[in-house]
């Protein structure tokens, strides 16, 4: 049997909750679910309720971009894992290079979130990955060694088995260039090893799109890919995985 692949579409801060009814009447006449296929849509907050009743109708995951890990109070600005809960969301994005890099999410507050999403029943979707300058720089490995130890310690081996990881060097996301694929599983492996878990998922994400999707998706430690600006679409988006299966 082929391997599982994990299609999870990252729609950062894009898609009104009327795009987001509009991609999904879409979606639902072109997807085809298949048993080796998981599509997962993470919208904006102000579109999950929309989000919500599309991605149920055609049987795909959903969930949020970010969550605070306090379950409430004087927190201004910030959205609870509780009010994603009650929307129905199952997983959250969290420690993506645009919170670490443009809001300064630090990895204390990062391993705190994963810790609370895991807490609620939910699967944390917790992206990691270098710079341009960390990576000509040669601290690739020291880098995201520090950013995932730092988000799994303490937590039991059920607990890290359940996240989904999703490597993405910050100089692939949005830019066109992806990793190669020899890039992307060399790390994917090594990610595997540190992590402890030769079971758990890793994703890679960075300017994945159907024209590079094959040669990524068919390395032996890639489950799939994290998708930002080709997931805007239903046909580039599943295209990926056609491309892959093709
Ligand atoms: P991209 O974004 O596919 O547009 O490069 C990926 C991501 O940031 O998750």
């Avoid at 890639?222 to 998708?227: F, N, P, Q, S, T």
């Amino acid at each position: 049997m082929s391997k599982k692949i994990y299609l999870y579409g990252n729609w950062k801060m894009n898609m009104t909750a009327a795009e987001t009814k509009k991609f999904f009447d879409e979606f639902a006449g072109v997807y085809k679910p298949a048993s080796d296929l998981e599509v997962g849509v993470f919208s904006p907050f102000t579109s999950l309720w929309a989000l919500a009743e599309g991605a149920k109708k055609c049987g795909v995951v959903f969930g949020a971009q970010n969550a605070y890990y306090e379950a409430k109070g004087a927190f201004t600005g910030e959205v609870s894992i509780p009010m994603l809960a009650e929307i129905g969301v199952t997983h959250v994005i969290l420690g993506h290079s645009e919170r670490r890099h443009i809001f300064g999410e630090p990895d204390e507050m990062i391993a705190k979130k994963v810790k609370a999403v895991l807490d609620a029943g939910m699967i944390p979707v917790l992206c990691y990955g270098e710079t341009l300058e960390e990576r000509e720089g040669g601290n690739t490995f020291k880098v995201m060694e520090r950013q995932l130890k730092s988000a799994l310690e303490g937590l039991k081996p059920e607990e890290v088995a359940k996240i989904i990881y999703a490597y993405e060097p910050v100089w692939a996301i949005g830019t066109g260039k992806s990793a190669t694929s020899e890039q992307a599983q060399e790390v994917c492996e090594w990610s595997r090893k540190l992590i402890g878990d030769p079971k758990v998922v890793i994703l890679y994400g960075g300017s994945v799109k159907g024209s590079n999707a094959k040669e990524l998706l068919s390395m032996k430690d890639i489950d799939g890919a994290l998708v930002g600006g080709a997931s805007l679409k239903p046909g580039s988006f599943l295209e990926i995985y056609t491309a892959y299966k093709n």
